[in-house]
């Protein structure tokens, strides 16, 4: 029984699917305007754990993440310039190969930190015309406004608006205006579709039947989830910022226009904290994951330092607990490297695992009972097929730890052996380096060397 905190209650539920044994699961992609950050993609190895829970737990997953290439102001209230557009103009390059380059470079983030890949990633710039045409059943059922600047959606339309949120609409007046834009008949309601200014050179802008513009940042995951995932789906995933906007304004519009729920689970992950300040690229506080590999940092170091906290905590981030999540995960690799081939799966440790993960994806509580396994008085073989079946969930490439290593690399193996037989230990310790900057570490034991793989 998988069991998950649910925004929409502020209650853990019992997982039950809209269809027997298949789940429909939407995550909200990047914005690619420049590349993700270790902040970012914590929340994307959140919704890794996710789908590899389910999948452990025999659900057939359909995963749709979206890729925000347009609609993503500066401000979350519809105002400010597109943020493609405007890095863009300041890198002096064209909006379109900025988003392919950066989506690019998303896409090898995820492989490097063993993230599952969506089965689908569809752009915000493909579905123009589905999101137009959701624009135009919210219009015929009244949901919508124009302004000098684009169109709106009204929330005193909708009786439940902001309740993913619990937002306290009481004090708000009737026909309230907002400083930052006069005609919006309240602050809550937000832009479906923006209109291209006449001085403004956009590179991204469509024709519509109110005007040429571009969408709405919240309308194109109604737009698209529906069209992949049907409405209602299963789960909604995010970071826990977009509670309060984005995924308010997503089920705002999605049910004012189908009449019925957007999705029946929503769950977010918290922020990442550095130096006591969510990590954000407007804070200037960010660290990319080519930038940690550049320091020496192992990208799967970094998914074992995300699985200690709970996703639902904040994660205090910190070059030192970095560095000791790579000391463990270094330690664990070792100790993988030296166990025999598996056999089979202590049912007794698969049982307490599966107990703790399907616990609101409990990963501290499974990675403490990691250690335990590998402390056991169990035989190494069955340890080795227990980790490993552990792995499938954590996702750590354990297995790995005892692959085979290319030719090249177990020539030099073999040249340093001899070196060592012959108490040359100068070359044996240069071919250990070379070793390792091919991205293995040795271990030297009874039984003759061992290696493991220690980077991407």
């Given at each position: 029984m998988v069991k998950l905190f649910n925004t929409l209650t502020r209650k853990i539920e019992e997982f039950k699917p809209i269809s027997e044994g298949k789940v429909g699961l939407y995550e909200?992609?990047?914005?690619?305007?420049?590349?993700?950050?270790?902040?970012?993609?914590?929340?994307?190895?959140?919704?890794?754990?996710?789908?590899?829970?389910?999948?452990?737990?025999?659900?057939?997953?359909?995963?749709?993440?979206?890729?925000?290439?347009?609609?993503?102001?500066?401000?979350?209230?519809?105002?400010?310039?597109?943020?493609?557009?405007?890095?863009?103009?300041?890198?002096?390059?064209?909006?379109?190969e900025l988003s392919q380059k950066y989506t690019a470079a998303f896409v090898e983030d995820l492989k490097k930190l063993n993230i599952l890949l969506p089965e689908i990633m569809p752009k915000a710039t493909d579905h123009i015309p589905e999101q137009l045409g959701l624009i135009q059943k919210l219009e015929l059922k009244g949901f919508t406004y124009q302004t000098t600047d684009g169109i709106y959606f009204d929330t005193s339309k909708l009786k439940d608006y902001g309740k993913l949120a619990r937002l306290n609409l009481s004090g708000q007046q009737a026909g309230a205006r907002v400083e930052e834009n006069l005609e919006k008949r309240s602050q809550h309601d937000f832009a479906l579709w923006k209109f291209s200014k006449p001085d403004e050179a956009r590179q991204m802008?469509?024709?519509?039947?109110?005007?040429?513009?571009?969408?709405?940042?919240?309308?194109?995951?109604?737009?698209?989830?529906?069209?992949?995932?049907?409405q209602p789906f299963d789960i909604h995933t995010g970071g826990i910022?977009?509670?309060?906007?984005?995924?308010?304004?997503?089920?705002?519009?999605?049910?004012?226009?189908?009449?019925?729920?957007?999705?029946?689970?929503?769950?977010?992950?918290?922020?990442?904290?550095?130096?006591?300040?969510?990590?954000?690229?407007?804070?200037?506080n960010i660290f990319t994951l080519s930038q940690l590999s550049e320091q020496g940092y192992d990208s799967l170091s970094?998914?074992?330092l995300s699985l200690t906290a709970h996703y639902r905590s904040k994660l205090n981030f910190s070059l030192y607990s970095l560095q000791a999540a790579q000391n463990a995960l270094t330690s664990l690799r070792q100790t993988v490297s030296s166990w025999p081939a598996p056999t089979e799966v202590n049912r007794?440790?698969?049982?307490?695992?599966?107990?703790?993960?399907?616990?609101?994806?409990?990963?501290?509580?499974?990675?403490?009972?990691?250690?335990?396994?590998?402390?056991?008085?169990?035989?190494?073989?069955?340890?080795?097929?227990?980790?490993?079946?552990?792995?499938?969930?954590?996702?750590?490439?354990?297995?790995?730890?005892?692959?085979?290593?290319?030719?090249?690399?177990?020539?030099?193996?073999?040249?340093?052996?001899?070196?060592?037989?012959?108490?040359d230990f100068a070359k044996a310790d240069l071919i250990r380096s070379q070793i390792t900057n091919l991205g293995y570490i040795l271990r030297d034991t009874e039984a003759g060397p061992k290696w493991f793989k220690t980077r991407d």
């Open positions: 909200c992609g990047p914005t690619v305007y420049q590349y993700a950050h270790i902040g970012n993609l914590r929340t994307y190895i959140f919704g890794d754990v996710l789908r590899r829970v389910l999948e452990f737990n025999g659900y057939q997953v359909k995963e749709v993440m979206n890729i925000t290439d347009v609609g993503h102001l500066t401000s979350d209230q519809d105002s400010g310039e597109d943020k493609l557009e405007k890095e863009a103009k300041k890198v002096g390059e064209s909006a379109w802008e469509w024709d519509s039947p109110w005007g040429t513009g571009f969408p709405g940042w919240h309308i194109e995951c109604s737009a698209m989830s529906t069209m992949y995932l049907g910022d977009h509670i309060p906007v984005h995924h308010t304004n997503e089920i705002a519009q999605s049910e004012a226009a189908y009449g019925k729920s957007l999705a029946n689970y929503f769950l977010h992950g918290e922020f990442l904290v550095w130096n006591e300040a969510k990590m954000g690229k407007s804070a200037g970094f998914r074992y007794e440790f698969e049982k307490k695992f599966k107990e703790k993960i399907n616990h609101d994806l409990d990963t501290p509580g499974s990675l403490a009972l990691v250690w335990e396994l590998v402390g056991s008085s169990l035989p190494d073989e069955i340890k080795a097929a227990t980790l490993f079946r552990f792995d499938e969930v954590l996702g750590l490439n354990l297995l790995q730890s005892q692959v085979n290593i290319d030719l090249a690399t177990q020539k030099l193996i073999n040249e340093r052996e001899e070196a060592r037989d012959r108490k």
